[in-house]
């Protein structure tokens, strides 16, 4: 009779139960985590866009607004950024569109043959690139001031003695007297600048008809001026005549 087989048998048998112990106690050590709830991602993103709304900063807001609503619709996140995001997305268009009108406009005031001179440019919208017409308006010490036309390219306008530009302002038609300077650059200056930045100044787009030289072509000219400044538009003092 072995006497050491039933030592080995109890032996073994609690190193079954041992490791059926382990096996459990893992096994509930475990569990909480698996039983745990996940992270609420649209709670946390709801908290930036809290913060991006309180800090003005409407452009992130908007797109944090819109993800949490598209990817949490039913969530608590999304039914409070619905009660803001409409308000908050309608101004950051307006002020996008603002800025941007804004930005088609260049100011500078600069020395120039005769003296200084003070210019507010605009290009065209339409055409766009290389066929871009530029629209100036321009105070300058010893010229006075002048609203003009240049055309950047090797031709000018056609435009024989006094022409007349058919133009609209916010659609509303009307016309503009002008003339292509006998020095030969390629222009058309405006013969009512007063008039013309009058109404400049209260129309938010403008097109004129012209014909360019470059084989008498006919382009209606597009600008978005509803961006202009005028206190951008410097002025400039008249020079002294000498004696």
Request: hydrophobic share 30%; net charge negative; aromatic share 8%.
């Given at each position: 009779m072995n006497l050491l087989r039933p030592a080995f048998a109890g032996t073994a048998f609690c190193t079954v139960l041992a490791m059926a112990a382990c096996s459990q106690s893992g096994e509930q050590a475990q569990a909480p985590q698996q039983g745990q709830a996940p992270v609420d991602a649209s709670a946390q993103k709801l908290d930036t866009y809290r913060q991006l709304v309180r800090i003005g900063n409407d452009e992130m807001a908007v797109t944090m607004?819109?993800?949490?609503?598209?990817?949490?619709?039913?969530?608590?996140?999304a039914k409070e950024v619905q009660q803001s995001l409409p308000t908050i997305e309608k101004r950051y268009t307006e002020n996008s569109e603002k800025n941007r009108l804004a930005g088609l406009w260049l100011y500078q005031v600069s020395p120039?043959?005769?003296?200084?001179?003070?210019?507010?440019?605009?290009?065209?919208?339409?055409?766009?690139?290389?066929?871009?017409?530029?629209l100036v308006l321009r105070r300058h010490t010893d010229w006075g001031q002048n609203a003009f036309l240049f055309n950047g390219g090797p031709h000018g306008f056609v435009c024989k003695g006094v022409c007349?530009?058919?133009?609209?302002?916010?659609g509303k038609p009307g016309t503009i007297s002008a003339f292509a300077?006998?020095?030969?650059?390629?222009?058309?200056?405006?013969?009512?600048?007063?008039?013309?930045?009058?109404?400049?100044?209260?129309?938010k787009k403008i097109t004129m008809d012209v014909t360019l030289q470059d084989g008498e072509k006919k382009v209606t000219l597009v600008y978005e001026v509803g961006g202009f400044d005028p206190a951008k538009w410097q002025p400039v003092n008249k020079q002294a005549k000498k004696k």
């Open positions: 607004g819109k993800e949490i609503v598209s990817r949490y619709p039913d969530s608590a996140a120039m043959e005769g003296g200084t001179q003070s210019t507010a440019t605009i290009y065209t919208s339409q055409p766009s690139g290389e066929e871009r017409v530029r007349s530009i058919k133009a609209t302002f916010d300077p006998t020095t030969g650059e390629p222009a058309l200056l405006f013969k009512d600048d007063k008039g013309f930045i009058a109404q400049l100044e209260k129309a």
